[in-house]
């Protein structure tokens, strides 16, 4: 099993900065792709980053060029800078972890609201 716990969501005004972290415990060696998802509510989750085990980097669309995700295979966690934010970017942020054994793991969620 994979336990994911993120930090990092709070309040911030439009054009301002935010960074997100999370961090895996758990079978953390297994691990594959990580990422970050967001929902608002009536939505589905949507992917906002992600990094395959080779390396391999995806943005969603309406984040390239203002939001960066990083990982650190050392300490088993991984961050999501975000800046440049917008009213759009409000909504809860959840970490994800995709393991050899294809099994998907998700953190709580965190908010992220983003005032005009």
């Known amino acids: 099993q994979v336990y994911l716990v993120e930090s990092g969501g709070g309040l911030v005004e439009a054009g301002g900065s935010l960074r997100l972290s999370c961090r895996a415990s758990g079978s953390t060696s297994s691990i594959t792709t990580i990422g970050w998802y967001r929902q608002t509510p009536g939505t589905q989750r949507e992917l906002v980053a992600d990094?395959?085990?080779?390396?391999?980097?995806n943005y969603a669309d309406s984040v390239k060029g203002r939001f960066t995700i990083s990982r650190d295979n050392a300490d088993y966690s991984w961050y999501l800078q975000m800046n440049s934010l917008v009213p759009e970017d409000t909504a809860v942020y959840y970490c994800?972890?995709?393991?050899?054994?294809?099994?998907?793991?998700w953190g709580q969620g965190t908010q992220v609201t983003v005032s005009p």
């Open positions: 990094v395959e085990d080779g390396g391999a980097t």
């Open positions: 994800y972890a995709k393991t050899m054994l294809q099994s998907e793991h």
